[in-house]
Antibody, heavy 126, light 109 residues
Framework: QLQLQKSGPGLVKPSETLSLTCTVSSGSISNSDYFWGWIRQPPGKGLEWIGTVSYSGTTYYNPSLKSRVTISIDTSKNQFSLKLSSVTAADTAVYYC??????????????????WGQGTLVTVSS | SYVLTQPPSVSVAPGQTAWIACGGDNIESFSVHWYQQRPGQAPVLVVYDDRDRPSGIPERFSGSNSGNTATLIISRVEAADEADYYCQIYDNNNDHPWVFGGGTKLTVL
């Protein structure tokens, strides 16, 4: 069973950079069939897609966060990482990492999040 | 970016059927995926590609997608089904390709 284990601090100061890493076990992050994504959920609110990285390092970012987000992949460590710079209280949220599987119907391509890591609250506060 | 609209809440008695809607412009042109999120837990994929179930998800969970509305259907609702449910699509013609609906709180009466 694929597992995703997230690591990183639970408290970040305003204006600093939030850094999280997701380690994948019982599966290879180099598998070209999958993408790897970050999603967050502010307290009491819904899910927000942050960004996605492919096995080859191609990245896709939420336009509202693009100027502050960097997602990278390290296939040698079976990990992918999130960096969010210049954080404010609005970035306080539970952050999740997840695997994205793909289905192709002719010309229609779709991705869904089939395995999720356990989220932990990251609080932005001085 | 593409917008998915869900009702904030749906209530149903145990043993009955729950329908949770997800609205979007011509949503039938997309594959819709559904997630269940119990309090304090990570989301779990319950339906993908409109109507398929991952292994381990009960047959009580199904879906449909037509016109401007996709629907998650939960038959013979149980107390354990009480949770938040989110729909999601992938739009590869958009700079915000992965979109979630706002979520629906299912209450089992």
């Amino acid at each position: 069973q694929l597992q995703l284990q997230k690591s990183g601090p639970g408290l970040v100061k305003p204006s600093e950079t939030l850094s999280l890493t997701c380690t994948v076990s019982s599966g290879s992050i180099s598998n070209s069939d999958y993408f790897w994504g970050w999603i967050r959920q502010p307290p009491g609110k819904g899910l927000e897609w942050i960004g996605t990285v492919s096995y080859s390092g191609t990245t896709y970012y939420n336009p509202s966060l693009k100027s502050r987000v960097t997602i990278s992949i390290d296939t040698s460590k079976n990990q992918f990482s999130l960096k969010l710079s210049s954080v404010t209280a609005a970035d306080t949220a539970v952050y999740y990492c997840a695997r994205q599987d793909i289905t192709i119907f002719g010309v229609i391509i779709t991705y869904y999040f089939d395995y999720w890591g356990q989220g932990t609250l990251v609080t932005v506060s001085s | 970016s593409y917008v998915l609209t869900q009702p904030p809440s749906v209530s149903v008695a145990p043993g009955q059927t729950a329908w949770i809607a997800c609205g979007g412009d011509n949503i039938e042109s997309f594959s819709v995926h559904w997630y269940q999120q119990r309090p304090g837990q990570a989301p779990v994929l319950v339906v993908y590609d409109d109507r398929d179930r991952p292994s381990g998800i009960p047959e009580r969970f199904s879906g449909s997608n037509s016109g401007n509305t996709a629907t998650l259907i939960i038959s013979r609702v149980e107390a354990a089904d009480e949770a938040d449910y989110y729909c999601q699509i992938y739009d590869n013609n958009n700079d915000h390709p992965w979109v979630f609906g706002g979520g629906t709180k299912l209450t089992v009466l």
